[in-house]
T-cell receptor, first 116, second 112 residues
């Protein structure tokens, strides 16, 4: 298995809803990442988990809450989002736990989130 | 093929021609660079990478060139095909935490 999978592919939610995005990889990678990508823009890093511990939070609002239950799974819990949070949310993983500058990141297909 | 200036958001080439996509980076301490291809509605797909101790690396139909003197990176695609149509991002890895900094992206369109 050489891919990162994400569910759901599409999600529409209201501003008062609570939802979760899921990411899974079975490549034995030790770092996992959440990115946000707006239309026609590059991905922007949100969170990094290295060896199942949160190592980077890029000043993301608390309405986004990441969780890493084990080394293969990464969740992003969403609560009280705003319409401007609508975007493509990408998950990525890398083999070496993000340590060392040559740790290549591999991306999933993303979840297209629309907040009404 | 066409040679494009830096930060050009779009590149249109004829099928079969060679494509060159350019990228500038700002941090001279960056020592690892990756090119990603992103098709519409999909996540970025790894194409090729290069370390700062190299100036050229070749893959299947793709070549990455690194000029550290002017902090410039390029991706060359040989015999461009319609399936190559996508947005191409360069990314630099600056830190030990694996932070990837993405360039703005270039949209490649291949005309049949």
């Amino acid at each position: 298995d050489t891919e990162v999978t994400q569910t759901p592919k599409h999600l529409v939610m209201g501003m008062t809803n609570k939802k979760s995005l899921k990411c899974e990889q079975h490549m034995g990678h030790r770092a996992m990442y959440w990115y946000k990508q707006k239309a026609k823009k590059p991905p922007e890093l949100m969170f990094v988990y290295s060896y199942e511990k949160l190592s980077i939070n890029e000043s993301v609002p608390s309405r986004f809450s990441p969780e890493c239950p084990n080394s293969s799974l990464l969740n992003l819990h969403l609560h009280a989002l705003q319409p401007e949070d609508s975007a493509l949310y990408l998950c990525a993983s890398s083999p070496a736990g993000g340590r060392g500058t040559t740790d290549t990141q591999y991306f999933g297909p993303g979840t297209r989130l629309t907040v009404l | 093929g066409e040679s494009v200036g830096l930060h050009l958001p779009t590149l249109s080439v004829q099928e079969g021609d060679n494509s060159i996509i350019n990228c500038a980076y700002s941090n001279s301490a960056s020592d690892y660079f990756i090119w990603y291809k992103q098709e519409s509605g999909k996540g970025p797909q790894f194409i090729i990478d290069i370390r700062s101790n190299m100036d050229k690396r070749q893959g299947q139909r793709v070549t990455v060139l690194l000029n550290k003197t002017v902090k410039h990176l390029s991706l060359q695609i040989a015999a461009t095909q319609p399936g190559d149509s996508a947005v191409y991002f360069c990314a630099e890895n600056r830190g030990s935490q694996g932070n990837l900094i993405f360039g703005k992206g270039t949209k490649l369109s291949v005309k049949p």
